[in-house]
């Protein structure tokens, strides 16, 4: 396993870690290797809760100003 940096984990990076997980449980119980190709795409909670945890772990909870 690759260690990025030895800083420890914060909150955020928790709650994505566990959205990770949700979310590849998903795909396994549906048979698929994205959540583009399930009929419930656009509606998906876990799915939209899931792209907040992204944002919020790279934002750490900061709202405006975030740039990729």
């Given at each position: 396993?690759?260690?990025i940096d030895?800083?420890?984990?914060?909150?955020?990076?928790?709650?994505?870690?566990?959205m990770i997980?949700?979310?590849?449980?998903?795909?396994?119980?549906?048979?698929?290797?994205?959540?583009?190709?399930?009929?419930?795409?656009?509606?998906?909670?876990?799915?939209?809760d899931y792209?907040?945890?992204?944002?919020?772990?790279?934002?750490?909870?900061?709202?405006?100003?975030?740039?990729?």
């Amino acid at each position: 396993m690759q260690k990025i940096d030895s800083k420890e984990k914060d909150r955020f990076e928790f709650h994505l870690d566990e959205m990770i997980v949700k979310v590849e449980n998903c795909h396994k119980e549906k048979n698929l290797n994205s959540c583009s190709k399930c009929e419930h795409y656009l509606n998906c909670e876990l799915r939209t809760d899931y792209v907040k945890s992204v944002y919020n772990s790279m934002s750490k909870g900061d709202t405006g100003g975030f740039e990729f």
